[in-house]
T-cell receptor, first 115, second 113 residues
Framework: DQQVKQNSPSLSVQEGRISILNCDYTNSMFDYFLWYKKYPAEGPTFLISISSIKDKNEDGRFTVFLNKSAKHLSLHIVPSQPGDSAVYFCAASADEAGNNRKLIWGLGTSLGVNP | DTAVSQTPKYLVTQMGNDKSIKCEQNLGHDTMYWYKQDSKKFLKIMFSYNNKELIINETVPNRFSPKSPDKAHLNLHINSLELGDSAVYFC????????????FGPGTRLTVT
């Protein structure tokens, strides 16, 4: 049962345009959401996060939007650059019993930015 | 300096063997993790240690045994390797258990033949 879903396995965008990566979740207890970026043969690297008390968080070219009622979040990259080509993972977390939190990951979306 | 390092990067071995993967972080973090990324690219946590104490222990066969000799190291030992163990294993660390900004190692690609 996948609690975090990234329904688009891949996305192709022209350099300079906006990239929008989507993520849906099913667990209403999730209260913290993150995006990680992964290049081939490397581990994921943290990109940006958002708490459930917010609906938007911005960091430079990256903005994450959260729609709690729709259980949906999205990552906007603008303008997109060729160096942004990577796999982007959405992850979510909930406060479980004993305060043991863990990240639940989506399957990732492979973004290709064409020059 | 590599923040989170894993050795080896590639590991090819036969079924039934026992192998270990080592992980070290030089970030001063107190929480470390092991993840498994299977052939479907699904990244799933296996274990988490906080200050050398096991915090998260997912439903993992007991052939997998993590060992944390100190805060900077979390090793993974796997007994009686099976074909289904083939995957990429990632080590990660974070500043504190509630900090989700995890720093990942480059991964160890394990192939069991």
């Amino acid at each position: 049962d996948q609690q975090v879903k990234q329904n688009s396995p891949s996305l192709s965008v022209q350099e300079g345009r906006i990239s929008i990566l989507n993520c849906d979740y099913t667990n209403s207890m999730f209260d913290y959401f993150l995006w990680y970026k992964k290049y081939p043969a490397e581990g994921p690297t943290f990109l940006i996060s958002i708490s459930s008390i917010k609906d938007k968080n911005e960091d430079g070219r990256f903005t994450v939007f959260l729609n709690k009622s729709a259980k949906h979040l999205s990552l906007h990259i603008v303008p997109s650059q060729p160096g942004d080509s990577a796999v982007y993972f959405c992850a979510a977390s909930a406060d479980e019993a004993g305060n043991n939190r863990k990240l639940i990951w989506g399957l990732g979306t492979s973004l290709g930015v064409n020059p | 300096d590599t923040a989170v390092s894993q050795t080896p990067k590639y590991l090819v071995t036969q079924m039934g063997n026992d192998k270990s993967i080592k992980c070290e972080q030089n970030l001063g973090h107190d929480t470390m993790y092991w993840y498994k990324q299977d052939s479907k690219k699904f990244l799933k946590i296996m274990f988490s240690y906080n200050n050398k104490e096991l915090i998260i222990n997912e439903t993992v066969p007991n052939r997998f045994s993590p060992k944390s000799p100190d805060k900077a190291h979390l090793n993974l030992h796997i007994n009686s390797l099976e074909l289904g163990d083939s995957a990429v294993y990632f080590c990660a660390s974070s500043q504190a258990f509630r900090n989700y900004e995890q720093y990942f190692g480059p991964g160890t690609r394990l192939t069991v033949t």
